[in-house]
């Protein structure tokens, strides 16, 4: 069983194992080892989202990749899709992005590209942790093996280009934009390409400090994007999380549109346009029925995936699919990107809204949801929860009482310690009840 790597790369608390500076610098040997192991000269890009963390993580990633003999390419705060993209546009054999997305400031990460862009897979993971946690790493390599670091200065510009070259030709002169970067590391970059395409950018959370990541801001507190929206009678509201691989949405009137709402709009449209291939889209378990019945009666298939923008990822190259994503925010158009990326994600949206002269609250307006209720609890233990007799018998009480017209679903969140209590019918009494008593059955269960 991995010990060290979650949903999403490596992700802790800054400075608690394992993201500490000893930790980087034995991940950046073991990363390196695997790629001598593999033959030729290997370069790694590493980015960062704007946490204070970061410099230390860097520093020490970095002196265990070149004491290893891998040369080093720094681009500094960066969006995870940039680091992606980068990843591929330098020609490096492994990209790194130092976040934790929309944790808060004290936590942070490591998570991995390949050669291609794309997340490492499972059997990689495995073989850097191998190395992490066994004995190899105990020997040192000559003086004659270690590499150089240097620091790319016009990187922010490549993908700034890749960005705005996604969809050639498109303006947005007349569109007011509310833009929120959540204080992380799109703070710099998307202001400029909306800005550059023609939009008038009002700005939101551009001023980091190094502790001030998704604090009260971006795509976690949408209600302070809407609340400028309204104030200003800008045209969208626009949110980020920390390292910018998920947007949220508020229309004109700084009404939030849910994450499935924006997920049918866009594969409705992609369908309209012959781009969505094989008129499928892939959405994880969280996605909402409705979403489904909306997406089929206008002649698009869903297919589903466990949670996690890497499983959705892998379903779409699996079945060659266009777009997928998930509820949370993670718009996933991979004709032009290998990962999330809310900075194209905004970008393809406004360009609907300029090219069919529409609202998003008439966008998004044909995609009603089914009454869903989350709890997120935070739990002292994670045991199997098919072990967990009280939480399975209500379970089964609640999808009896739907009769087939609702759904429960019980996980544990990959990066925190916290089980998530979704349930969703057309009742929504019904729903309140029985997410309640799937709360009592948890609290008593796996809470102190």
Known sequence: MKKLFGTDGIRGTANRYPITPEMALKTGRAVARLLRASGGH????????????????????????????????????????????????????????????????????????????????????????????????????SPEQIGKARRIDDSKGRYLEHVKHSLAGVSLEGLKVVLDCAHGAGYLIAPTIYEELGAEVIPLG??????NINAGVGALHPDHMAKVVRETKADIGIALDGDADRVIFCDHEGRVVSGDAMLGLCARSLKEEGKLRNDTVAVTVMSNLGLHASLQACGVKVVTTGVG????????????????????GHLIFLDH?????????????????????????????????????????????????????????????????????????????????????????????????????????????LCD
Do not use: W
């Open 42 to 141: 290997a370069r790694v890009v590493i980015g960062k989202d704007t946490r204070l963390s970061g410099y230390m993580l860097e520093t020490a990633l970095t002196s265990g990749l070149v004491s290893e003999g891998v040369d080093v390419l720094l681009v500094g705060p960066m969006p995870t899709p940039g680091v992606a993209h980068l990843t591929r546009s330098l020609n490096c054999s492994v990209g790194v992005m130092l976040t934790a997305s929309h944790n808060p400031f004290e936590d942070n990460g490591l998570k991995f590209f390949g050669p291609d862009g794309f997340k490492l897979n499972d059997e990689l993971e495995a073989k850097i942790e191998s190395l992490l946690l066994g004995p190899d790493l105990a020997t040192e390599s």
């Open 206 to 211: 551009v001023d980091p400090n190094g502790r």
């Open 309 to 328: 923008d890497r499983l959705v990822l892998e379903r779409m190259r699996q079945d060659n699919l266009a777009f997928g994503g998930e509820n949370s």
């Open 337 to 445: 990107a290998t990962t999330g990326d809310g900075i194209l994600s905004g970008l393809r949206v406004l360009s609907l809204l300029r090219a069919r002269n529409a609202k998003l609250a008439d966008l998004a307006a044909g995609f009603p949801e089914f009454p869903s209720r989350l709890v997120n609890l935070k739990v002292a233990r994670k045991p199997a929860l098919d072990t967990v007799p009280a939480l399975q018998e209500a379970i089964a009480r609640a999808e009896a009482a739907f009769a087939g017209k609702g759904r429960t679903l019980v996980r544990y969140s990959g990066t925190e310690n916290k089980i998530r209590l979704l349930v969703e019918c057309e009742d929504a009494k019904m729903a309140d009840e029985q997410v309640e008593n799937l709360r009592i059955a948890a609290v008593a269960a």
